[in-house]
Nanobody, 124 residues
């Protein structure tokens, strides 16, 4: 059964950095494009970053472009999200999923079940 486990979320002050980890099981990660999504308080889940199978192509939401970086280690079945210059509006539960990476984030529909996510809170 394909599933992801996200981790790494915590409370961090504005301007700081944080790295999230997503470990997949029940499938071979290299066969899929992978996306990070987030659900901010009171808002719908949204796409944040997406990565092609070989890691050569990335795609980001405008709100995180130049601050976040997605990468993968297919040998470890793991995807990472490096988040820099964090802002209070980045506060959210972050999830990963298999996805089609083409187009704008609004068109990234998850193709795998949601995990439990990991909570990121930016504040004091």
């Amino acid at each position: 059964q394909l599933q992801f486990v996200e981790s790494g979320g915590k409370l961090v002050p504005p301007g700081e950095s944080l790295s999230l980890t997503c470990v997949g099981s029940g499938f071979t990660l290299r066969d899929y494009e992978i996306g990070w999504f987030r659900q901010r308080p009171g808002r719908e889940r949204e796409g944040v970053a997406c990565l092609s199978r070989n890691g050569a192509i990335t795609n980001y939401a405008d709100s995180v472009k130049a601050r976040f970086a997605i990468n993968r280690d297919n040998a470890k079945n793991t995807v990472y999200l490096q988040m820099n210059s964090l802002k209070p509006e980045d506060t959210a539960v972050y999830y990963c999923a298999t996805v089609g990476c083409a187009g704008r984030p609004e068109t990234w529909f998850p193709r795998s079940p949601w995990g439990q996510g990991t909570q990121v809170t930016v504040g004091f």
